[in-house]
């Protein structure tokens, strides 16, 4: 396999203010791009998007014990619908999506890529590129047990963790978690794969990677990590399969109001 080209996009990407109205055409084909998708929404608005829902969509909504979660993974569902009904030039109500053997979502009858994951009211959604995407974020929170990464991620991370001052640790453990679900995600396996099965950099302020994958070296070449740090709050991060990509990364508008179509 040949060497990676250079990575184009920042090791940091930002998030600008540009509404999904703004997005008239697909993503090129060198681009990925990353939404920042607030799910708080006005009942009126929960009806209209609940209303791009297929059946399999409602009736999971309808399991959620609490009208919130219920109503966040209405906004999450909708708004994917509207971003790939926008990227891809289709009505969004008639998308279907299939799902792998772990539960990844894609589209029927496609294979453009695209990746979503929600944190405390806040969905990103990552579209575009040449390969598999995954996108995750974390909350961070103060964790009860401050040890509880032990005998979750690989030797060698937790090691890392360990070299660090105690204050910069917990920020350490979400740049992680995130890296690391970021590319199971990327690869459609889901937390199953054993997250101590492989190795990402550690530290928030040095790039994201993809260090070791024992048993499959090509996979380090395969795969770019991204940080995303856009709010001290939270730790997000973005596995793109392939090289070289733009990454741009855009808001949902606050007074979009869903009108994306
Ligand atoms: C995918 C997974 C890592 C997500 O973890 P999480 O932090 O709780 O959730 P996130 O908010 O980051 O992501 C959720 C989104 O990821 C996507 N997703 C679900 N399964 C996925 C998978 N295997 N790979 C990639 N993306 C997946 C969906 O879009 C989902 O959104 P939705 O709940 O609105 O449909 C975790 O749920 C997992 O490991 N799932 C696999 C379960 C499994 O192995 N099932 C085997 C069949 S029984």
Redesign the pocket.
Known sequence: MTAPTPVQSSERPGFGTQRVAHVSSPALPGEVHVWRVPLECAPREIGHLNGLLNTGERE?ASRFVFPRDRDH?IA??GR?RLLLGQYLRADPAALDFR???????QLEGSDFPF?????AGL?LIALGGPGRL?????RIRPRRNPDSFRHVLAPAEEAAIDALAPELRERAFFACWTRK?AY?????????FGLDRFEVSVRPDSPAKLLRVPGDPDETLRWELHSLDFEPEYAAALAIEGHGCVLLCFDWGIDQKGAAV
């Open positions: 999971r993974f999450a569902r994917l799902y792998g053997h772990a539960g990844k979502p990746s979503v994951s929600h944190s969905a995954g996108v995750d974020v974390e679900e199971l995600k990327g690869r459609g396996d889901g937390l199953g």
